[in-house]
């Protein structure tokens, strides 16, 4: 093996090293508020599931969209920095996904839309995974903060692309 290629495979298995962490981390955030990751918990609740499946249906959320976002700007405050923990926290979360997604797909072909598609579905896999476990609510703004985080992601992969900052990572494909 040459030394480009070594060097190529070396920054795809930090890119994805890193990725993998990163998920970790969202999903522990998202999914476990922070507190360490508890399969055996979730198999539980899992089975709480299954014997009371009419409890999915009976629970309250938001599928209004833009309900949440429109309350949290409402409430937005200087004087208290926690006001807009959700807009903000929500937003930010996926923006490291819409710049690593780019990095690690092989296509670049159409990868807005790929980055705005897989941002969308790994929140809807997390909102349905809190409805339907019973750890957390389902909110559509939610949903909308985060795709949106995945897009800001991508654009600031695409402007640090423009400027030549990442383009030796950008080239390895």
Known sequence: MTKEPKKKSAINLLLAAIFIVYLYFLIRIILFKGAPVNLLSLLDQAGRMFEHPDRIFNRRGNYIPFKEISRGMD????SDPFSSINLVGNLLAFIPFGILVPMLLSQKVRLFQRVFFLSLALSFCF?????????????VDDLILNTSGGVVGYCIYRLLTSFGWIASISKRC
């Open 127 to 139: 909102e349905f995974t809190q409805l339907v476990l019973y750890i957390g609510t389902f909110d």
């Open 75 to 78: 409430n937005l405050s200087l």
